[in-house]
């Protein structure tokens, strides 16, 4: 199995920055997905942004030079880093892995954007 814990959320200013830090712990594969997911109040959860095992990312277009994923795969741990945030980018923010067809989920981590 595979456990995922989030740290990093919290409350900040408009135009402020989060570092948000997902760390992985057991049956880790080398070849694998992680992802940074959010879901606001009503809305569905969407991909914020993705890295593959080899440090390929892609991101939705709503943080695109906003937004930096990243990951240590020697730690198993995930980052985001986010700039320039926005009333909008409040959510709580999900780590997933995908390995394997198998996909894992954190407990979620709240950013709140707000003045």
């Known amino acids: 199995q595979v456990q995922l814990v989030e740290s990093g959320g919290g409350l900040v200013q408009p135009g402020g920055s989060l570092r948000l830090s997902c760390a992985a712990s057991?049956?880790?594969?080398?070849?694998?997905?992680m992802n940074w997911y959010r879901q606001a109040p009503r809305k569905q959860r969407e991909l914020v942004a993705a890295?593959?095992?080899?440090?390929?990312?892609n991101y939705a277009d709503s943080v695109k030079g906003r937004f930096t994923i990243s990951r240590d795969n020697a730690n198993n741990t995930l980052y985001l880093q986010m700039n320039s945030l926005k009333p909008e980018d409040t959510a709580v923010y999900y780590c997933?892995?995908?390995?394997?067809?198998?996909?894992?989920w954190g407990q979620g981590t709240q950013v709140t954007v707000s003045s």
């Open positions: 997933n892995l995908d390995q394997r067809i198998r996909s894992y």
């Open positions: 057991g049956r880790i594969f080398s070849i694998n997905v």
């Open positions: 890295i593959t095992s080899s440090g390929s990312t």
